[in-house]
């Protein structure tokens, strides 16, 4: 039997045996019942799972719910509730105990960390028992696959995010969230979701929000890519973390882009570039042009970005990268995959329709998003069914394999430029330079499209207003 579901007092008399400390969870218990006022102090860092002792595990329930449900806790209200509920024997017996073995409240801290260090431990090995599990049953198909649900599970045990406590959520603690989050944003203090700094597209969806998969599609040479680093980039200029995966393109070429990308910083008073693309490309043998250069790439040294460019990565593969890169920057705050149909299948795949692969990979990868609590852009094509049509601006049902991403995706966004299509007829139609970046879902808000100005030989996207602002 494995040591996890024994009881605890044989456990405990085990040498060796499951981590945890009764005298310190009794110690708690004793100081909210002695100091009820406390418990706005505990409230958010002990949760029931915490507690190895069952008794001790119940008592305390029965603390937050009435502390939910009437702001406060007394010895009284306790009692009453765990007699009525019946969940432990001989609850004034219980609480007695408590209270006698209580000490001092300036010992709530010192147990409070006692009990986190136990469960913390308790949680490790509950996962090295399960690797072994896994191992034993054979239950994966190869070793790359083991070693991914291994990464997975210590990655859960050792995250700060508390999961023993269950997935059962009492309103109250949600609105109370939800309510410090408006407070904050009334104040200035955090904004919804991550700008990436085109007013257009963060008037729409209020920013980017954690956990949420945001898929980025359209056509070929639309500049699907091109936007997306531009996301990462103005996310990264505030100096919050970004990871990039790019199973196209290589690092150098994602290096050049960016690089290319910021010169659109130095044009003269007509709006032209001082150093093409071209010129960077021919070594810019101009002095005052390489000193420019030079400076661009004093900036980027500085910028959070990490980048992926191994092709024919699996999903379970960019998963276990992700969290190895999530573990050593815990302040990880957004990661782009570029892109989707490039993700190769698992091995136990290859008897599924593309359809099936497909939802399976977005699938995966919001879970990443919510496992990681961070946005993740995920790039994609679309089928060619736009192309037939007179009308060629993207579609949800222009998704390839659509049903299936766009039943998990949190929000669709499409790029699509009249120039690409019409490129004599945009001078007439208005829309020469002029991308159009639509929001074809958005659970959390609006749906419509922002304007963007296209610059090619930067491969940047800009607000459209850049011209009165140069």
């Given at each position: 039997m494995s040591t996890m579901n024994r009881p605890a007092e044989i456990a405990s008399a085990m040498p060796g045996g499951v981590p945890h400390d009764i005298d310190a969870e009794r110690r708690v218990l004793g100081i909210?019942?002695?100091?009820?006022?406390?418990?706005?102090?505990?409230?958010?860092?002990?949760?029931?799972?915490?507690?190895?002792?069952?008794?001790?595990?119940?008592?305390?329930?029965?603390?937050?719910?009435?502390?939910?449900?009437?702001g406060h806790i007394s010895y009284t209200q306790i009692y009453n509730r765990l007699r009525k509920e019946k969940r432990i024997p001989a609850p004034d017996q219980a609480l007695i105990e408590l209270t006698e073995c209580f000490v001092s409240k300036n010992e709530l801290e010192p147990s409070l960390?006692?009990?986190?260090?136990?469960?913390?431990?308790?949680?490790?090995?509950?996962?090295?028992?399960?690797?072994?599990?896994?191992?034993?049953?054979?239950?994966?198909?190869s070793v790359e696959a083991y070693q991914a649900k291994a990464q997975e599970l210590i990655f859960r045990a050792t995250s700060l995010e508390d999961v023993a406590s269950g997935d059962v959520k009492n309103l109250a603690d949600i609105l109370s969230r939800c309510y410090t989050n408006l407070v904050e944003r009334r104040e200035g203090k955090v904004l919804y979701g991550l700008s990436v700094r085109y007013p257009a597209i963060d008037a729409l969806t209020t920013g980017f929000k954690r956990k949420d998969l945001i898929i980025l599609a359209g056509r070929p040479s639309m500049g699907k890519t091109a936007l997306a680093l531009n996301f990462a980039v103005n996310?990264?200029?505030?100096?919050?973390?970004?990871?990039?995966?790019?199973?196209?393109?290589?690092?150098?070429?994602?290096?050049?882009?960016?690089?290319?990308?910021?010169?659109?910083?130095?044009?003269?008073?007509?709006?032209?570039?001082?150093?093409?693309?071209q010129d960077y490309a021919t070594g810019l043998n101009d002095d005052l042009k390489f000193s420019k250069a030079n400076s661009v790439f004093s900036d980027l040294y500085k910028l959070p970005v990490k980048v992926v460019d191994k092709r024919g990565l699996t999903a379970a593969e960019i998963r276990?990268?992700?969290?190895?890169?999530?573990?050593?920057?815990?302040?990880?705050?957004?990661?782009?995959?570029?892109?989707?149909?490039?993700?190769?299948?698992?091995?136990?795949?290859?008897?599924?329709?593309?359809?099936l692969i497909v939802g399976d990979l977005v699938r995966e990868l919001r879970d990443l998003a919510g496992e990681l609590d961070v946005p993740v852009i995920l790039l994609s094509q679309l089928n060619r069914g736009v192309e037939s049509r007179d009308d060629k601006r993207p579609r949800l049902s222009d998704l390839r394999d659509s049903g299936n991403i766009e039943e998990f995706a949190d929000v669709v966004m499409f790029v699509y430029r009249d120039e690409y299509y019409y490129p004599d007829q945009v001078q007439q139609r208005g829309t020469e330079g002029q991308a159009e970046v639509i929001i074809a879902k958005q659970r959390k808000g609006q749906t419509g499209k922002a304007i963007l100005q296209f610059i090619p030989q930067f491969t940047k996207f800009v607000d459209i207003t850049w011209r009165e602002e140069s």
């Open positions: 909210l019942i002695k100091y009820p006022a406390r418990v706005d102090v505990v409230v958010d860092k002990l949760k029931e799972g915490h507690f190895y002792s069952p008794i001790n595990r119940e008592i305390y329930r029965a603390v937050l719910d009435l502390y939910h449900e009437d960390v006692l009990i986190h260090e136990k469960y913390a431990k308790r949680r490790i090995l509950e996962a090295v028992e399960a690797i072994e599990q896994m191992i034993h049953q054979e239950s994966e198909d996310v990264a200029k505030r100096q919050i973390p970004v990871l990039v995966f790019s199973l196209e393109m290589d690092d150098e070429s994602i290096g050049d882009r960016l690089v290319i990308g910021e010169f659109f910083r130095f044009r003269n008073e007509r709006g032209e570039a001082e150093i093409s693309s276990a990268k992700a969290r190895r890169v999530k573990a050593e920057t815990p302040d990880l705050g957004l990661i782009v995959i570029d892109y989707l149909q490039l993700i190769q299948p698992s091995r136990s795949d290859t008897n599924k329709n593309w359809a």
